[in-house]
């Protein structure tokens, strides 16, 4: 039995045991800042005794880029010898994969000392999780994830292309946005995927066909805003390794192909009292709940300051070059799809607001931290977001002062009191280091498209 809050009980893994009994591993997973998971793959005996004990995991994982690389600006490489620290398994996160065959589970890691590890991105949500409780409200959430499925075998000009539906084999190349017809060809995966949603217990919801050939979006319940970060985890790992099983590959970059539509992971967000009633819930009246609008100022307040959790890779910033419904403005409105932070129709009783800018390749855990602490922050300061933006915003100046790049956003994290408040010292300096360290690898990278355009002509 731990004792850490949280985290899973012996009876789970025992339960687990039962129901599958020919399950021989199980896929530990620890989310680092990249929201990568890391881990390893233990066999059905060592099951029990994680449970019961824990497993040990360096807290370098933190340390590393993207690549797996470690950064030792961040000051956690080999930090006291690189001993370990311990891993136990968050409680409702174990379940079975189909796909691969194993079971799948969820670690959170907490120091020697018995205190949460301050570098791992899910402790800075709960962090603010628990503020907003001793608020006396409960944050409640959901995320849609956008993705890309795309063939192994690269097109005739050595580009990678959308894959092939699962049921014809055929290639459609057309946009197509939310064809049923198309569902129904790429039927076979999906409803693989719902399956394995199933026995993972995360609660996938409607899929439709994006706005561009290849792309999908899955929606998740709204449910607690913790386990809703935890969702997003186990639905792309889900995803990724059934679109494997069907010889095609899932993507989770914001913007894969340039000229096509950006991958997005927009967070619904309301905050429940203590009796469950939504504090969002429009006014007899009709009007928008104060406590909403302050949520909204507070984020806007904090947004600029939050772009690098939002859009933390080069890519990312991609997203944003063309209008295709990714705002890259710190504006809200209703029932507008161009501004930042949408408040949807919908009853007035489960009113709440949807956050558009971040990408699909962002830390769903990050982005909960900073879109709620912003929220509370202006919900004590009582902030006011100004007026609601009518009509659209695309070719519109930014109403509030924005980072332009991947750089500015690095710069601007780094000298955020907020920032640094919201993820705490060793995370924030380790994020904006792994950041950083990304971005000089990147700038020295010289590309095809720059031997295309400039090699043998300037």
């Not at 429940?272 to 969002?280: L, R």
């Not at 507070?298 to 939050?306: C, D, F, L, V």
Request: glycine share 10%.
């Amino acid at each position: 039995m731990t004792k850490f809050p949280g985290t899973a009980d012996l009876s789970e893994a025992l339960a687990f045991l039962a129901a599958y009994p020919e399950v021989e591993g199980i896929d530990v997973v620890l989310t680092d800042s990249q929201g990568i998971g890391r881990g390893k793959i233990i066999r059905r005996h060592e099951l029990e005794p994680l449970f019961a004990s824990g497993r040990g995991m360096p807290a370098s994982l933190f340390a590393q880029d993207i690549a797996g690389d470690d950064v030792d600006e961040t000051g956690l490489v080999l930090k006291d010898g690189g001993g370990d620290s311990r891993c136990w398994p968050l409680a409702g996160t174990l379940g079975f994969m189909p796909a691969t065959g194993r079971g799948h589970v969820l670690v959170s890691m907490w120091d020697p000392n018995g205190e949460p590890n301050a570098a791992e991105p899910r402790h800075a949500l709960v962090r603010q999780v628990v503020r907003a409780r001793e608020m006396g409200f409960t944050p409640m959430g959901a995320l849609e994830i956008e993705f890309y499925l795309v063939d192994r075998e690269n097109d005739n000009r050595g580009r990678k292309q959308p894959a092939r539906y699962a049921m014809s084999k055929r290639r459609h190349l057309h946009t197509n946005t939310m064809s049923v017809d198309e569902l129904d060809e790429m039927s076979p995966f999906l409803d693989a995927i719902y399956q394995g949603a199933k026995t993972l217990g995360i609660p996938l919801e409607t899929v439709i066909s994006e706005y561009a050939a290849g792309q999908y979006e899955f929606t998740l319940r709204y449910r607690d805003l913790l386990h809703a970060a935890d969702d997003v985890i186990t639905a792309k790992r889900l995803i990724r390794s059934t679109a494997r099983r069907f010889d095609m590959e899932a993507c989770f970059m914001a913007k894969p192909f340039g000229q096509s539509a950006g991958s997005g992971m927009h967070l619904h967000l309301s905050l429940n009292d203590v009796t469950g009633n939504n504090v969002f819930a429009d006014l007899p009246s009709g009007e928008l709940s104060p406590v909403m609008r302050y949520a909204i100022g507070g984020i806007r307040h904090s947004m600029a300051e939050s772009m690098l959790v939002l859009a933390p890779f080069l890519n990312s910033w991609r997203r944003f070059s063309s209008a295709i419904y990714s705002p890259a403005n710190n504006s809200w409105g209703i029932e507008n799809r161009t501004v930042a932070l949408r408040v949807p129709a919908g009853s007035a009783a489960s009113r709440h607001f949807e956050h558009r800018l971040a990408g699909v390749d962002a830390n769903p855990y990050l982005v909960g931290a900073v879109t709620l602490a912003g929220a509370l922050e202006g919900i004590t300061r009582q902030i006011d977001p100004g007026p609601p933006v009518e009509g659209s915003t695309y070719g519109a100046s930014a109403t509030r002062e924005m980072p332009r790049s991947w750089l500015d956003s690095i710069d601007l994290c780094n000298d955020s009191p907020f920032m640094r408040a919201v993820l705490g010292d060793v995370l924030h300096k380790g994020f904006v280091a792994v950041k950083r360290s990304e971005y000089i690898k990147m700038t020295q990278e010289v590309t095809d498209a720059e031997w295309d355009l400039y090699g043998f002509i300037v």
